[in-house]
């Protein structure tokens, strides 16, 4: 999620006007988030990876992340 809101920002900035433009910030979005997600596994010692369900994990604020 963090890539596609990085790359919708970076995008009504840039306002690209072919493909390559779009595809290349598209890029950007990815890169921003990689390195997002790396800095925040590298600061908790955790994986923010999970194999559950984006779905079930916002039906409820009982629900718990897995993080193992």
């Known amino acids: 999620m963090l890539a596609e809101a990085t790359t ?4 009504k900035e840039k306002e690209p006007k072919t493909f390559e433009d779009s595809r290349k910030i598209a890029k950007q979005g ?3 988030a990689g390195n997002t997600r790396k800095e ?5 010692g955790k994986s923010v990876i999970t194999k559950q369900n984006a779905k079930k ?3 409820g604020k009982d629900n718990e992340i897995d993080l193992e």
């Open 57 to 59: 994990l916002t039906k």
């Open 8 to 11: 919708t920002e970076i995008s």
């Open 40 to 44: 925040i596994e590298e600061k908790t």
């Open 30 to 32: 990815g890169v921003i």
